[in-house]
């Protein structure tokens, strides 16, 4: 089969494509034949090395895939030959990855994709919105008409949490650039805050004069004890009501506590290769939760995390332009306007 594939760490042109051999289900796996996979920025992390994590050569990149069960194990229970299914926890942990075009899954890290949603939307949607379910409802514990803010409310993860929050009856304040106000509105923020504005903070404060019980920071890096955040405000100044920031950075350096301490709560997951230290926020036991909320909102036809993905296809060929990309200045792109992760293939 054609596979995206690495034999060493490295920069973006470590990549290779070309024909790997198929791989094998064991007993509690299942075949998967891939439909489509993303470039996610922990793709980039393991690749380079930054994230250090067990991996045999030639280890196929990516971690997310959409697609159909070609094969199960013998000790396999519960998927047929031709289901839809999802997964977002390859290429880590010793698991081989999905740019390919057969992944072997762990039954227990797949999920079936329901008929009524899109395969593609689908998955731009599952690995931010893991991200966000863990930070809102996890961590966040957040709870109906709590205020939440949201900086960065218009990106992958934001965007899932502007939309998680709203459903889950919180009061939103986003943090966008004034083009991205109004599909951060669409989504469920009631108010949106310029976050290049030089006076943001007040205005946060404004958005939320009750105070703040959630606060969430997309941005990189999330600058969480500059003093001058709404969290840090809410901290000191009116309206502090004991908030709580769940930290999610892509490094655990990147985010700079300062002064909030112990408010912080590290998501395990983002940065555990990192130092971070915890366990996956793939993991099967937390990815049920996040599996079942999907099913649940297809099943009352409600869209994912608010982030259309234009048709992400297959990586094999456009992974390696992609990587670069996201090695910079990240680009994701599953939102409207946005950069797409993978082209069509
Ligand atoms: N994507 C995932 O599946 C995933 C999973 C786990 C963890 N993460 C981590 O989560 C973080 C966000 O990832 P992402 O994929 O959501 O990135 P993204 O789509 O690029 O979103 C980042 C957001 O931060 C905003 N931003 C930039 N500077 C800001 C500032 N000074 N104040 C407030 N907001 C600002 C950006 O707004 P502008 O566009 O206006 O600049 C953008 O909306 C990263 O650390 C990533 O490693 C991502």
Redo the contacts with the bound molecule.
């Keep these: 089969m054609q596979a995206a594939f690495i034999e060493r760490l490295g920069p973006p042109d470590v990549i290779r494509y070309s024909e790997v051999p198929a791989p094998l289900p064991g007993p509690s796996d299942v075949l998967v034949d891939v439909a489509a996979t993303t470039v996610?920025?922990?793709d980039t992390f393991v690749r380079s090395g930054l994230f250090r994590t067990p991996m045999d050569f030639p280890f196929v990149i990516s971690r997310d895939l959409v697609g159909t069960v070609a094969a199960t194990g013998d000790g396999v229970r519960g998927f047929t030959v031709g289901e839809r299914v999802w997964c977002n926890s390859l290429g880590h942990g010793g698991r081989q990855g999905a740019a390919a075009e057969q992944a072997v899954v762990p039954a227990d890290r797949l999920y079936r994709l329901p008929d009524r949603v899109d395969p593609y939307e689908a998955l731009a949607t599952v690995?931010?919105a893991a991200?966000a379910h863990l930070a809102l409802f996890t961590h966040g514990r957040l709870r109906r008409g709590e205020t939440v803010v949201v900086?960065?409310?218009?990106?992958?993860?934001?965007s899932a949490l502007v939309a998680m929050a709203a459903w889950a009856g919180a009061r939103v304040v986003a943090?966008?650039?004034p083009g991205?106000a109004g599909y951060c509105r669409r989504l469920g923020a009631a108010e949106v805050v310029d976050?290049r504005a030089g006076d943001q903070w007040e205005r946060l404060r404004d958005a939320a004069p009750d105070g703040i019980d959630l606060y969430t920071?997309?941005?990189?890096p999330q600058r969480l004890g500059a003093g001058d955040t709404a969290a840090g405000s809410a901290r000191q100044g009116r309206g502090a009501r004991g908030g709580r920031v769940p930290a999610?950075?892509?490094r655990r350096g990147?985010v700079h506590e300062g002064r909030l301490g112990r408010r912080v709560r590290h998501l395990p997951g983002?940065g555990a290769g990192a130092g971070g230290g915890g366990r996956s926020h793939q993991h099967p036991a937390r990815a049920g939760p996040v599996a079942a909320a999907t099913h649940r909102d297809a099943a009352t036809g409600r869209r994912g995390g608010g982030a259309p993905a234009h048709g992400a296809r297959r990586a094999e060929r456009t992974a390696r332009p992609a990587h670069p990309a996201r090695s910079g200045r990240?680009a994701?792109g599953v939102r409207p306007g946005g950069r797409l992760p993978v082209g069509d293939g």
Excluded at 151 to 158: D, I, P
Excluded at 217 to 220: L, Q, Y
């Design positions: 996610n920025p922990v690995h931010p991200t900086a960065g409310g218009a990106g992958n993860v934001g943090t966008a650039r991205d976050h920071d997309t941005s990189k999610r950075a892509a990147d983002a990240p994701i």
